[in-house]
């Protein structure tokens, strides 16, 4: 049985449209958190010319296995276990780095070592996209999100919507800057950054 994200399912094709662009002259693609593996998939597939490398916590990789193997895409590769904790990662450097929904999941301290593993991670002039919700000067961009935070944090009181400018300094500190911010669907946002 396939484990499936309605939020996924709606968010796929405005951040493929940012993709596109993005990753236009990426070609190795490391996911971090794919979930479901819904997102490999549907992007792997849209985007033929990059090479998807898939990984999560590895108590979900069996529902990334159940996608992977349905689409039987040649671009795609079988998640690796990566906790953002570890020092060095188990992957191999890559010219693109995806992740979405996870800075607010996540502890901060946590956020600080994905950025740390990411900024290793990535070549010089690679491009790392996040998307998810951000506050901008602190404050919420809409009620949903400020609706949003409470939930995460009544389930776990270190996760949160994160604020963009921690965030883009955080980046910086490990040598990724900020070059787009896109406006998404239900008061998210993608980011890109790109390394130095």
Known sequence: MKPFSEACENNQAPILAILREAFSAVHSVLEIGSGTGQHAVYFARHLPHLNWQTSDLAANHSGIHAWLDEAS????????????????????????????????????????????????????????????????????TAPSNARFDEWLKARDSASGVRD?????????????????????????????????
């Open 73 to 140: 895409l040649p671009n795609t590769r079988p998640p690796i276990a990566l906790d953002v904790n570890a020092n060095p990662w188990p992957v191999e450097a890559v010219d693109g780095i995806f992740t979405a929904n996870t800075l607010h999941i996540i502890s901060w301290p946590e956020v600080e070592q994905l950025f740390r593993g990411a900024g290793q991670a990535l070549l010089p002039g690679g491009v790392m996209c996040v998307y998810g919700p951000f506050n901008y000067g602190g404050k919420f």
């Open 164 to 196: 963009f400018e921690a965030v883009c300094a955080l980046a910086l500190r490990y040598g990724l800057t900020l070059v787009a911010d896109h406006a998404m669907p239900v008061n998210n946002r993608t980011l890109v950054f790109h390394k130095d």
